[in-house]
């Protein structure tokens, strides 16, 4: 099994710039979330999904837009990039809210 | 987050030393999950708790989380070279349906040969 697959692996964006991070998971999950990693700060919820069709805000999620309209995907958006938000970003999923949760490797996003 | 305190934030070992780092809350600990990270990669699920009380082992790792339901550990016996990384303990603290795991910032733990 792929498991959590992130892509890229690694970005560098210019200031105002727009991307996409995708997420794809072949669990057949029913929860994803999208986290963001910076020294110091540990790992910081973005967006999560307990289905399709449903989203929430999580602990950082302005300057980010995310969607579910199928069980396998959710992408991250970023409209217009920040410096602010160079970052690793993880992608995860679980079974339930309650489960373990299992995670991509990373998307390391460099914004100048 | 502030909600997870990890301590202590950094630990240097010797080779073949125990070592116990924490994980505490001052609010109720629905679940407890233990994840470690190598540099540059993804997390590594270790251990989840539930009760209060309850411990599990794997190899050489054992976790526990106390009665109170507020704070865990991790103990390392005999730690080794591959036991380096990044612990984070992830937590549920508001507990019902559609809650989500808040992270502590993680201890870095390297172990010297």
Redesign the interface.
Known sequence: NAGVTQTPKFQVLKTGQSMTLQCAQDMNHEYMSWYRQDPGMGLRLIHYSVGAGITDQGEVPNGYNVSRSTTEDFPLRLLSAAPSQTSVYFCASSYSWAGELFFGEGSRLTVL | ?QELE?SPQSLIVQEGKNLTINCTSSKTL??L?W?KQKY??????LM?LQKGGEEKSHEKITAKLDEKKQQSSLHITASQPSHAGIY?C?A?IEGG??????????ITLSVRP
Do not use: P, V
């Not at chain 2, 349906?97 to 993680?106: C, D, E, H, R, V």
């Open positions: 987050s990890q629905y679940g999950y994840y540059g990669e993804g997390l590594i699920f989840m984070l992830g549920d349906a559609n809650s989500k795991l808040t992270f502590g910032k993680g």
